[in-house]
């Protein structure tokens, strides 16, 4: 027998009529076959970080929620992997790692909340990005329940396996729509003995160009190329003046002696001569400083935040369109990856009208795309602002969806263009 409760209006985005908190992959079964029976829409949620603001749920869905799946099921720290349940937080993965010196290398906002599968549905990733890569490098195992009620995995609980189609990776950034993550197994690396963050002040965009390109064909082995620029980061500008184009930090892990030595010279020897780096400012907290780079995207603020995905070399011209446009917006550019989250200062309305007409053709001339990330709650989107332009592999996807959900009631919308 399902148990729905009724939905207090604070805890949930308002669409949802009814929440169902399973307690096991087996109860996720009964529940899906059911609700497919009934034709009756369902959600998984995690911490609900993402949902509601960014994340649209139709009308009338029910909350299924990943909460009480939260375990760590195995963690031989010495294979480095841990296998654990969908709805653990990222804090409290992080935690258990630490006790053996190791960590999942992916940067989570609202890691507190923000859940394990929930981070997967959304291929969440952060400043690490660069040097450690996202999800997708670190998901070995994957088990979860498909539209039918049908539990499926893929992958495995070692580091190579070659157990046929990678579901793994079709489920990252998912959203919900083609399958309910119960459990997970990732690989996982050993804590960095120290971190270092340089930073540099940028004049322009020819600059911004000319450095990330020396970067680009430098020795230096950088996690992070992080460009932060707006009033939101007017106290860590490195020139102690306002209105520079922005500061560029370079963020780096390693051994004690690797560090120092970067400390030191690595600049100078590298030959990145477009910019002088430097260590951050007293005031500055190296890991404070992580850690805004990684929640700045996800603040809760009215305004609407875009996340673009273009090639790493259009991000100056795609910066300066931006700051063309809306002067007053902020933003950090993952640079060395080309992604690039733009929070808007001009209200909701505008903002997507923005998108539609210059963000997003911006975004693909740099053989990229566009959409929103963080929106204020429940402010309804376009399909275009909530997903961007659709690509060539929107009907693949569409057939994939119809094996996974043939009745559709998984996340309905999510990815849909109707
Ligand atoms: C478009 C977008 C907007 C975002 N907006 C914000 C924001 O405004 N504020 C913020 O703090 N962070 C935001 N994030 C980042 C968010 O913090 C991370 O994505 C976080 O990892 C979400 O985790 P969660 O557990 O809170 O997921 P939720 O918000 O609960 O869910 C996020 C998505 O993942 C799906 N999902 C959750 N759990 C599972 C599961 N077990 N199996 C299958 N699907 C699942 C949900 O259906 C939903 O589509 C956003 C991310 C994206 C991609």
Known sequence: MIRLCVVSQSATPASFSAITEPTSAGEIESIIKIAAADGRAICPVGGCRAIGRGINVRQGTTALTLGRLNQVIDYPHEDMTITAGAGITIAELQ???????QRLPVDVPQADEATLGGAIATNQNGPRRYGCG???DYVIGI???DGRGATFSGGGRVVKNVAGYDFCKLLIGSRGALAVITQVTLKVLPQPAG????VAAIEDHEQLGETLRQLAESALTPVTIDFVSGSEWEDVSAAGRSRCYGSLFLGFEGTADEITWLQQQACQHAGIKAARFKPLAPEHDQYEMWSRLCEFPAEETPALTFVANIVPSGVPEFLTTVMQHDPSASLVARAGSGVIFVRCSQPASDAVSLHAKTLLPAARKQHGNCLVYAAPPDLKLT?????GAPHASTNVYQSIKQTFDPQGILSPGVWNYD
Request: glycine share 4%; proline share 5%.
């Open 95 to 101: 935690r258990v790692l630490a006790e053996k010196g």
């Open 134 to 136: 996202t999800l997708r």
């Open 143 to 145: 088990t979860a329940v």
């Open 195 to 198: 971190s270092l963050l340089l």
């Open 383 to 387: 399909p275009l602002a909530a997903y």
